[in-house]
Nanobody, 127 residues
Framework: QVQLVESGGGLVQSGGSLRLSCAASRFILDDYAISWFRHAPGNEREGVSCISAADGSTVYAGSVKGRFTIARDIAKDTVYLQMNSLKPGDTGVYYC????????????????????WGQGTQVTVSS
């Protein structure tokens, strides 16, 4: 059974940092591209970042480029999202998800390609 478990969310002031973790079932990181999405009340679910299974290459949404960094530790079956210079607009529930249709990250985020999702972790950035 595929499992993805997020952790690391919390409350932080604007300008602060958080690191999210996504612990995955074994071999998931070898087979599927992994993305972070976020969902804020009243907004559409938004793709934030992706890391490819094939070569570890990464993709970022324009709104987080230069502030967020996605990385993986295959030995620990974990994907991380380091979030720096946080803004109130970064507030939301953050989910990691496995794209079961691709090993390489696509250039856009299509939620229906992701068949496995974690339960989410809340990130709140105060002004």
């Amino acid at each position: 059974q595929v499992q993805l478990v997020e952790s690391g969310g919390g409350l932080v002031q604007s300008g602060g940092s958080l690191r999210l973790s996504c612990a995955a079932s074994r071999f998931i990181l070898d087979d599927y591209a992994i993305s972070w999405f976020r969902h804020a009340p009243g907004n559409e679910r938004e793709g934030v970042s992706c890391i490819s299974a094939a070569d570890g290459s990464t993709v970022y949404a324009g709104s987080v480029k230069g502030r967020f960094t996605i990385a993986r530790d295959i030995a620990k079956d974990t994907v991380y999202l380091q979030m720096n210079s946080l803004k109130p607009g970064d507030t939301g529930v953050y989910y990691c998800a496995a794209n079961t249709m691709r090993r390489m990250c696509p250039t856009t985020w299509t939620p229906h390609e992701y068949n496995y999702w974690g339960q989410g972790t809340q990130v709140t950035v105060s002004s």
